[in-house]
């Protein structure tokens, strides 16, 4: 038997063409003969799987025609989990938002380009300018300092004169002290003592100094006392003052109960002549009694000057800040002036009179 | 997943019995209804429609084969088991591919593999390709005559006609030369 013949035999066998008696003569020929048993079960495999095969290939192409009814792209688009909007707006509008971007970074610098925001020459001169301006300023500053090296001491800038109120306090105009960096009194020896600005009273030009340094020992009770009634017109009135760098006198009268007019009941009008070093020196009558602060400011009057009057000295400390006082201030009540002569006064005052230098 | 397709989602029985009695429309209603899930498994999972297409028809060849056998057993929904096949199958391509990035993004409950079935159908997947590419070398007519003869269960008759020979015994000998020319391919490869 062939090949040929024996797969023909093997085929009518596997699909049950056989008669009964044939197939029985096979099966018998498949048991005493291995080789007939394996090319049997060989063969049922093998074209089992070419069944099975030709089944898949049968069961994809049905599928594929379902497939093809399926609109998936619109099913896609539904499934697909999108991202957030701005997300999907940038992918979708990128190109757009791109164009959009530049047009506006473009604007933007175009403007600014026309604006002069550019012109980078024109802030670099500014720029050198004022580095130039500072530069100066730097070496006026520093030429200002040698000079005031070289001459050793510092020039007050601005002297008035002050009297003492207590053991330790003097008081001046407020104009005198006014913008120092530091204040010092200097008394009739020329001694140079440190001072600080206690308390001041700009609308009526009254400021009280301390003095501060370690060596002030302190001055004994004044020899005036403080007159807070009004004086009358026509009163003899004189002051001590450091118009110059001595103790300066000058007398003349009161020659008004009031200011530069009527509505001035802050001031006197005097007539002694004075130069603004006499500012803060204290205006005495007759008997000694301070009656007001010398106010040597320029005025419009020609030889008029004003004293503030007392009353508003005595107000201004008592409106001392209590904090700013160790204790109260005692002021003097018992006159030693009264009854001495112009030059023995003098004499008294001396001590109490200080140069106020300030610098 | 709209509405149309919702309504006419088949009933697991339906299902299954439409299988065994080879019903073309329970097999239709079967794949439309659960491709959608399974497309938005792929699509969200560095997948494309394609993918999706491969991978779904893939699970549909096992439930089909499994139910076919008639050793299915419905141990869960049919949706369930049909997405655990899918999303295995997935995972395995993404890693073949290297586009696996260590999790995949689920949207339906899944069943863990059982990896035992998926070796039978694997097994059975290399014989079909070895069988596709052994019939593709073969050439014509035999591959014809072998397709004719044993997968679409032609007479030899019938064969006889169409390829012209004069009797049916010349056609005999050309379809088994055919044969072991065929064998011959398949067990070739490796």
Redesign the interface.
């Known amino acids: 038997m062939s ?2 013949e024996l ?2 035999v093997i085929e009518r066998y596997l699909n049950g063409e056989m008669s009964r008696d044939e197939r029985k003569s096979f099966e018998l020929q498949r048991k005493e003969n291995a080789d007939v048993d394996k090319k049997v079960v060989e063969h049922k495999l ?2 089992n ?6 089944e ?1 290939v049968e ?2 192409k ?3 025609a ?2 093809e ?2 609109d ?2 619109t ?2 688009e ?4 999108h991202p957030s909007w701005i997300v999907q707006l940038w992918r979708s509008h990128h190109s757009k938002i791109s164009v959009a971007a530049s047009v506006a970074i473009f604007a933007v610098l175009s403007v600014m380009y026309i604006a002069g925001s550019f012109n980078s020459n024109n802030s670099v001169d500014q720029l050198k300018r004022k580095v130039d301006q500072l530069d100066q300023l730097n070496k006026s500053i520093r030429s200002s300092i040698n000079n005031i090296k070289k001459s050793g001491n510092v020039d007050p800038g601005f002297t008035g004169t002050g009297f003492a109120i207590s053991s330790n306090l003097i008081v001046t105009n407020n104009h005198v002290i006014d913008g120092a960096n530091s204040v010092s009194v200097q008394n009739a020896d020329g001694k140079l003592f440190k001072a600080e600005v206690l308390y001041t009273e700009p609308q009526t030009d009254i400021a009280i100094l301390k003095v501060t340094d370690t060596a002030f020992t302190g001055l004994g009770a004044t020899p005036y006392t403080f007159k807070r009634a009004g004086s009358d017109l026509g009163e003899a009135v004189y002051t001590l003052g450091y118009s110059s760098d001595t103790p300066v006198y000058g007398r003349g009268d009161l020659t008004s109960e009031n200011g530069e007019n009527s509505n001035d009941s802050v001031h006197y009008r005097i007539s002694i002549p004075l130069n603004h070093g006499n500012s803060g020196g204290p205006l005495l009558d007759s008997k000694g009694d301070v009656i007001g602060i010398v106010n040597a400011k320029q005025t419009q009057v020609e030889g008029a000057h004003f004293a503030i009057k007392t009353g508003y000295l005595l107000d201004a400390i008592h409106h001392i800040p209590a904090d700013s006082l160790k204790r109260r201030i005692i002021l003097n009540k018992k006159n030693t002036l009264a009854g001495l002569s112009r030059q023995q006064q003098l004499k008294k005052l001396n001590n109490y009179i200080f140069m106020v230098k300030v610098y | 997943m ?1 509405k149309d397709l919702k309504d006419s989602t088949p009933t697991d029985s339906e299902v299954i019995l439409g299988i065994l009695n080879n019903s ?1 429309t329970a ?2 209603r079967l ?2 209804a659960y ?2 899930m399974v ?2 498994l792929i ?2 999972n560095n997948g494309d ?1 394609d993918d ?2 491969d991978i779904y ?1 893939e699970a ?2 096992v439930l ?1 084969n499994k139910v076919k056998a008639g050793d299915f057993e419905l141990s869960s929904k049919l949706k369930t088991y049909i997405y655990s096949i899918c999303r295995r199958l997935w995972l395995k391509r993404l890693s073949q591919i290297n586009r696996y990035g260590g999790d995949v ?1 689920d949207f339906q409950e899944f069943m863990p593999a059982n990896d035992d079935e998926f070796d039978q159908h694997n097994d ?1 997947d290399m ?2 390709g070895k ?2 590419s052994a019939l593709r070398l073969l050439g014509e007519p035999c591959k014809t005559i ?2 004719d003869f ?3 269960n032609r007479s030899m008759q019938d064969i006889c006609e169409r390829f012209g020979y004069t009797n049916a015994d010349n056609a ?2 050309q379809k ?1 030369k055919c ?2 020319r065929l ?1 011959k391919l ?1 067990f070739q490869q490796k």
């Open positions: 090949d040929n797969l023909e093998f074209t799987l070419l069944k099975q095969y030709g898949r069961l994809e049905r599928l594929n379902i497939h009814e399926i998936v792209h099913l896609k539904n499934l697909l989990v | 709209n073309e097999l239709k794949y439309i491709f959608p497309l938005q699509i969200n429609e999706a297409k028809q549909i060849i089909y993004r059975r014989q079909f069988m596709e072998v397709e044993y997968i679409n005999k000998t088994y044969l072991q064998k398949f």
